[in-house]
């Protein structure tokens, strides 16, 4: 799974190159990386747009609605996505993922902005693989959910990009 | 309900790639994370937003804090209410006598004639009879922008030519290139002073020679909605202009400052002639009730409560000003009971977001930038903005 996550980091390397130039050339690191696994949104159907220690924020506005996965087994999973954003100069660092089960266990995953330094991706794929072991067919549906985006992400880009192209019209 | 994917579809699209959202995202919506670069022309939403009555149909019950219309919570006075209810045996009656009464009482204070001023329920219905009293194919209306858009909106739907002249680095009105806006197919020039959305005041000499010069070519409409918040209200109206034949409207409400904006009831001072041509789109006075003109002369000019609801907007704005300093942002100096700053995110997710918070306040985009209108409310409403401020600033 690991070699599959790598190539598609290289495979899109191109369009990240125009992906950071709104970061302002800052990106997520180690320690922000640890620290934003440990922000928690209490409630994502009401909470979607959370401060923490006056420095970062999980802002939902942009990604739609959660998504609901059922797999083959019929266990249903949920996934809520945010964007992790430095409040000082409004920069995008990440994205932040709570994957939760269908007994309501919650997994956090943090995936790093494309400037975020290689070590701080090898720490987010080696977590992402660490849950993989714990919630079996975590990466996939993961996968799924990110791949979704991604596709919407360049529908909207090729659209022009603006609000008013909604999720559902590229879908 | 979410995005539900059944796993066949998705693997029939293709990509599982768990890495690449991020070199996506910022690229397609840089507005997100950078609202100061958002291109607004893309967005749905007018330069206004939403307006008070979009949001007051989608706020949330119960809502802390009241901020989206510019009222005043601190109104009507106790006369106002009393008068109301004294009233109330007698409302069966057409008030035709009390408009006499009231407008004889305006007419007295602004020293006019009696014949000079126009009542109707709130300026609004006065706004929309000057847009088709003075609508012909082919007319344009100058305006400040932004501005309030009332009038010219309303002409805008009736055909004319809507022309937006963007405000001074200041944020005031700009009154020199107003004047060179103007053309042969102008009908009318819009001046609302002070201005909203920006509680700005323009320069009262300027604006006289302004109105004197102008007025010689075409009708100026002066909106003084909100000049009972000025320091010096009389000394900054153009009413005693109209005792000198000039060709301008002046509008005023007890919407605002005398808590009245859900009694309805304001006026315009006028040439009798222009009050004949307006009277022809409305019904004006016969829209007021009973209660709401022996309110208004009631508690017309009460300082007592004037000034008592002027210091509490004092307080609560100033209250307002440290809040935003505090959390690093800055404002417009108000001359009135709103407040207009430059907000970090896309407006409409800050208002949604406030919103959710219990806070209902405004936003406007101009100058490739989002701005939140608040309007200034009592303490407790101040507390609950600051509260939700600081959730999301």
């Known amino acids: 799974m690991k070699s599959i996550l790598f190539a598609g980091v290289l495979l899109l390397a191109g369009l990240g190159v125009r992906a950071q130039d709104s970061t302002g050339g800052r990106a997520l690191t180690m320690e922000e990386y640890e620290k934003a696994k440990t922000f928690s949104v209490a409630d994502p159907d009401k909470d979607t747009y959370v401060k923490f220690e006056n420095a970062y924020i999980l802002d939902h506005n942009g990604f739609g609605k959660p998504y609901f996965i059922t797999g083959d087994d019929g266990k249903k999973k949920r996934i809520d996505l945010y964007k992790l954003i430095l409040k000082d100069g409004r920069v995008e660092l990440g994205t932040v993922i709570y994957y939760t089960t269908e007994t309501g266990k919650r997994y956090t995953a943090c995936m790093p902005g494309y400037k975020a330094p290689p070590a701080v991706w090898r720490k987010y794929f080696e977590d992402i693989h660490a849950i993989d072991k714990e919630e079996q067919f975590f990466v996939l549906k993961l996968s799924y959910v990110l791949s979704e985006e991604l596709g919407y992400q360049l529908y909207r880009s090729g659209m022009g990009g603006g609000g008013a192209v909604s999720r559902e019209a590229g879908t | ?393």
Request: some cysteine; aromatic content about 10%.
């Open chain 2, 1 to 393: 309900m979410g995005n539900t994917i059944s796993r066949r579809t998705l693997l029939r699209r293709g990509a599982v790639l768990a890495g690449a959202l991020p070199f996506a995202g910022s690229l397609l919506n840089p507005a997100q994370a950078a609202p100061s670069v958002t291109g607004h022309a893309a967005t749905p939403f007018s330069s206004e937003g939403w307006t008070e009555r979009e949001i007051a149909l989608n706020a949330v019950e119960p809502l802390k804090a009241r901020l989206f219309a510019n009222e005043n919570p601190f109104g009507p006075s106790d006369k106002a209410k009393e008068a109301i209810m004294n009233t109330l045996p007698v409302s069966y009656q057409y008030p035709m006598r009390s408009m006499g009464d009231l407008s004889q009482k305006i007419a007295d204070f602004e020293k006019v004639k009696q014949e000079n001023i126009f009542l109707a329920s709130g300026s609004s219905p006065l706004l929309m009879a000057a847009a088709l009293a003075y609508y012909k194919p082919g007319c344009n209306v100058v305006t400040g922008d932004p501005s309030y858009a009332d009038l010219p909106s309303k002409a805008q739907r009736i055909g004319a030519k809507w022309v937006k002249v963007p405000l001074t680095t200041e944020y005031k009105l700009d009154l020199d290139a107003m004047e060179k806006a103007i053309d042969d197919n102008t009908v009318l020039v819009y001046i609302c002073n002070p201005n909203n959305p920006t509680a700005t005041v323009v320069d009262n000499a300027k604006l006289k020679s302004f109105c004197d010069r102008v007025s010689k070519k075409v009708t100026v409409f002066i909106d003084e909605a909100y000049i009972d918040y000025l320091d010096d209200p009389q000394g900054t109206t153009l009413i005693p202009m109209v005792n000198t034949g000039s060709n301008i409207i002046v509008a005023r409400t007890f919407s605002k400052l005398y808590g009245f904006a859900g009694l309805r009831i304001g006026y315009v001072v006028t040439q009798p002639e222009t009050i004949k041509k307006l009277s022809l789109y409305t019904e004006a006075s016969m829209s007021i009730s009973t209660t709401t003109l022996q309110a208004a002369i009631a508690s017309y000019q009460d300082r007592e409560f004037l000034d008592g609801a002027l210091k509490k907007t004092i307080a609560s704005k100033s209250y307002l000003y440290d809040v935003l300093k505090k959390e690093g942002y800055m404002y417009v100096p108000s001359s009135t009971n709103f407040v207009l700053f430059p907000i970090k995110m896309d407006g409409k997710q800050f208002t949604d977001e406030m919103m959710k918070r219990g806070v209902g306040v405004r936003f406007w985009k101009f100058n490739n930038q989002d701005w939140c209108r608040i309007s200034i409310g009592r303490m407790d409403e101040m507390e609950a903005f600051a509260s939700a401020f600081k959730e999301i600033s």
